[in-house]
């Protein structure tokens, strides 16, 4: 019966956490969007729309009115793209804002992330382990419509029981493809363009083997990209950081900063929900439940 009603409450809240995000987007273009990060208790967003009970990862517009309720807290990113943390009782109308800079850069990433849809299926942990035995391969990062850093493009793909080189497959947007035998089951790619658009596959390399993994998309991030992320981080806390990163869509970076946040106990639940999400994206999807379960088992 537990279960049963476990189960019941994680589909209800991934519903939840996807209804806005595609609401939002159509209504905004993807322009002129916070989120919520963290919070405790009980936190409410009214809008012209109706009155909503916030979550972590609920997204916000110009204009929402957040309302802390006694003994709550929230925090999160502004549609300016400014920090903004609220206590018990406090209140504060969204405007918009236009601040330019790391404020500018850290907006665009969430309508960015809103309009890749990286939300659509909720499961996790992995802690940075990304070796599990698994009779079929396939990409683990970057994530699909992701990215790399262009100075350390590093990729992962499941591990498959008792083998151990594989065959990467790089295909640019407007060129031809090509292919790096690797031992083990991550690689760093240096061969990549900056700015450009790349699928890659991955397939174990066997003589009897002829089935590859699907296509995943993901895109290099370029110098200045880097830099205004690398700027856009100073400061912030572990569980900001990583919000950061996975709309940024670097969730392995963004899975390492979770966990730093569930050590140091820092909003552990909606650390656990975030990193459940960054995972998800990653398709570590066996491995995801666990910490949902830890999040209603806590309550």
Not at 145 to 152: F, L
Not at 241 to 252: N, Q, T
Request: proline share 3%.
């Amino acid at each position: 019966m537990f279960r049963r009603t476990l189960v019941i409450r994680i589909c209800i809240l991934i519903i939840a956490c996807c209804m806005p995000l595609h609401s939002s987007f159509g209504k905004d273009g993807g322009r002129s969007l916070g989120l919520v990060v963290s919070m405790k208790g009980t936190v409410t967003i009214s809008r012209e729309s109706g009155r909503f009970i916030a979550y972590p990862s609920f997204i916000l517009q110009v204009g929402d009115t957040i309302d802390v309720d006694k003994k709550s807290e929230c925090s999160g990113f502004t549609p300016g793209g400014e920090g903004f943390r609220l206590m018990e009782s406090e209140r504060m109308i969204l405007t918009a804002r236009s601040g330019g800079g790391i404020d500018l850069w850290i907006g665009k990433q969430v309508a960015d992330f809103v309009g890749e849809g990286f939300l659509k299926r909720l499961l996790a942990r992995s802690g940075g382990e990304w070796s599990f035995a698994s009779d079929v391969t396939s990409p683990i990062l970057p994530v699909n419509k992701g990215k790399v850093r262009s100075s350390k493009p590093v990729f992962y793909w499941k591990h498959v029981r008792g083998i151990d080189k594989y065959k990467i497959t790089i295909l640019p947007s407007d060129g031809e493809e090509f292919s790096k035998i690797v031992s083990g089951f991550h690689t760093v790619l240096y061969e990549l363009e900056p700015g450009a658009t790349y699928d890659w596959r991955v397939e174990p390399v066997l003589d009897c083997w002829s089935i590859s993994s699907e296509w995943k998309s993901f895109q290099v991030m370029t110098e200045d990209e880097e830099r205004m992320l690398n700027n856009s981080l100073q400061g912030l806390s572990n569980l900001n950081a990583g919000v950061l990163l996975f709309v940024s869509g670097l969730c392995g970076e963004a899975i390492e900063q979770f966990d730093a946040a569930i050590e140091s106990h820092e909003s552990e639940n909606s650390a656990f929900i975030w990193r459940a999400k960054a995972l998800a994206a990653a398709g570590l999807h066996s491995d995801a439940n666990e910490d949902i379960l830890r999040v209603y088992e806590s309550k």
